[in-house]
């Protein structure tokens, strides 16, 4: 069972720092900042995850394969996306939504596993998930999809609930895992696509 | 005493919480982006704190009141503020004065409590203080008060130093916190009201 | 042999925060602010790797000479640098390129210390060089130096390798930071010099 979410988390990190190459594309970076942008967007949120949770040295200091994978999806990306009209332009916002399913599952487990509670677990899945993506963006200086009104954080929350729920009912892993990632994807993607959003906060516009 | 300061804590993460909120109003985020900005504006500075330290798993996992306090504040400022032009212009700047204020002292506190030297202590007062505001800032990209020349940094470092003096010269706790709280506000909401700033360093403007 | 560590480390803290107070003086800040901004560009790197490492409380924590290095520093760069036309151009890139290469060497020298991997040094020594100048730069406003096709990362990265590698075919500790600081220096100015970049990963620019 470990093995799988292993598995996942090596996935997560791969497609997460694909997110983050490309990203670096558009930024016209040379290949060692490629390295760089997209490190931080794949071990960023774990490595917040962490040092809150006090779980040091972090997760990719003690285990080499995460930088490794990184390394090889850097290298992958270098050398096959060359033609970038062939890429299609959801490439970066889906990559981004299965890197969010994928961690956001992956860090309310590990808080599980330490004890932690629910409540806790749901914000750990959300640092896991969203954090790497913000410095990427930061980084990058555009506004963070987080602070943007379409569904970002609201999935990676939703699906954190689904999954302390599922297993709160007595789900075994694997399927409350599948069923959290699958409410996240369909969240964001239909968000992505229908350019839904949940109705603003709004203080900048004066209404009467 | 003790309980004192733990009142003042979550009374000051209401206060930056709501700042937090009110930022996200500006920028029409939806309501589970408002719970994100929320948060790292009222726990990022004592996160920051409490990792730097290695008091992990830092506060807020060890307490959950943090986070209900800030729910909480969110909910009933998603409620409750809805005529934007009823609230004061000033309505941001002085919660957020205030949360400053209370954070500078409490970081302060624990720093002492934890038997590190007054110097550091100013330093964790101000880390606390300006840390959440910082990130809050850099999230809706716009420059962090701290690097503006309206005495920001300035007013929590002051009272950092009230603090630890007053303590240094016998004060009582309660006491060394009012002092070093009020010298904050004064300074923080006399540099608001009066468009007070000290003298910049200034290597821009060319001087002959 | 580790004095001579601890005192490059104060060196590059002093030229670090040579390097923010002079970004603070370019943005107009306040004193209070130039040194916030002095110190996260001086102990940003560090502060990251320690906490990442799980070496707490950090290392200015534990050792109050760097915040009086960064004080000092301060002190003096407010005191003596007021003729902005005076100052060459090339002030500010190259302090920040001599603390690249001191940093760099530091960081990958602690995490060999603590038993660490060389993969996982070279990501130290770069962690160590470049965190506090990303952090300055975020503060700023600006585009991180390491997004830029300028050969920044890249410098460090190579500087850490040629750490280790020396280290790895019996080179003593000296000959070993010597060798990586040079050629981290040469990579580094020799860029801002002739303008050199690697060949962009570019995915904005179309090509047929």
């Known amino acids: 069972m470990s093995q799988w979410i292993y598995f996942f988390d090596l996935c997560g990190t791969a497609v997460f720092a694909l997110s983050g190459a490309l990203a670096a594309g558009k930024h016209r970076m040379d290949p060692f900042g490629v390295i760089v942008l997209a490190s931080v967007t794949a071990i960023g949120g774990g490595s917040i995850r962490d040092a809150l949770i006090g779980a040091t040295p972090v997760f990719w200091i003690r285990d080499p394969n995460y930088i490794i994978v990184i390394l090889a999806t850097v290298l992958a990306c270098l050398v096959l996306v060359r033609k970038p009209h062939k890429l299609p332009t959801l490439t970066l916002p889906v990559a981004d939504a299965l890197g969010l399913a994928l ?63 599922s297993l709160a009912v ?18 964001r993607l239909s968000a992505i696509r ?11 516009t004066k209404r009467i």
Not at 171 to 187: C, G, K, R
Not at 194 to 204: E, I
């Open 194 to 204: 229908w350019h839904l959003s949940l109705p603003a906060f709004d203080l900048k």
């Open 170 to 187: 007595g789900m075994d892993s694997m399927t409350s895992m599948f069923i959290a990632m699958i409410s996240i994807l369909i969240i």
């Open 103 to 165: 961690f956001t599952v992956i860090g309310a487990e590990k808080a599980l596993l330490m004890g932690l509670s629910g409540m806790i677990a749901v914000v750990m899945g959300l640092i896991t998930g969203v954090g790497g993506g913000i410095i990427r963006d930061l980084l990058c200086r555009q506004i963070p999809m987080v602070l943007r009104t379409e569904i970002y954080a609201t999935a990676s929350i939703v699906g954190g609930i689904c999954y302390t729920l």
